[in-house]
């Protein structure tokens, strides 16, 4: 058998550089090159999917609809039946506790959207805006509220009263990693849909 030489083996690595790359992309590791098509860019790295059930739920409880998009796509990646190790569940990766204590304070209409039925997109997005909401009222930047949607307020808290920037006094590693992966979603986000979404909806 006639031995290969190295240009095969090298070439055979294509692939998996090839999606090595579209992994870093995704995860905002590489810069996207200016000459990159930006509808493109929207639809396959920082699309937007069930927008009227966003602009809707994000209305009604004031927060920022593409803030909304970016954690949906760092928790879920627009995957409507993911479910984690720890339990929570769907687009924005609710704890079941916690969608059955907004329900039960009547901060969600439970008669319309189910808390036990965070698989289905509007229902997940109902009470994730909510969750969003009280984060907003309980503390005072959005780079807090983004923490505590992964850690629980209770722990930014803590982590204020050491006095500092929230990025730098963060104990827990997974909850700086997931600060800085939102907020480059959502800076992102802000970028590539410079008309508000309700505008491009319109004009679709």
Not at 5 to 27: D, E, H, K, N, Q
Not at 52 to 74: F, T
Not at 166 to 182: G, K, N, W
Request: glycine share 6%.
């Amino acid at each position: 058998m006639r031995q290969r030489t190295p240009f095969f083996r090298w070439f055979r690595t294509i692939p998996i550089l090839s999606m090595a790359l579209v992994g870093a992309l995704s995860m905002g590791l590489v810069n996207l090159p200016s000459f990159a098509p930006t509808e493109m860019v929207m639809h396959y790295l920082f699309p937007v999917q069930y927008r009227e059930e966003i602009l809707n739920s994000s209305a009604r409880y004031g927060v920022d609809p593409l803030l909304v998009c970016s954690i949906i796509k760092c928790e879920s990646g627009w995957d409507a039946a993911a479910e984690s190790d720890a339990g929570a569940v769907g687009l924005m990766q609710l704890m079941p506790s916690t969608s059955e204590e907004l329900a039960n304070n009547g901060i969600v209409d439970g008669w319309t959207y189910d808390h036990t039925n965070l698989t289905d997109p509007a229902t997940n997005i109902e009470y994730g805006c909510a969750y969003l909401a009280q984060l907003q009222y309980r503390l005072s930047s959005t780079d807090e509220v983004i923490a505590a949607y992964n850690a629980g307020p209770a722990s930014v808290e803590s982590w204020l009263q050491s006095g500092g920037d929230l990025s730098e006094v963060i104990d827990f590693p997974e909850t700086a990693m997931y600060l800085t992966r939102v907020k480059d979603s959502y800076a992102r986000y802000q970028e590539l849909y410079t008309e508000t979404l309700e505008e491009q909806e319109a004009s679709q």
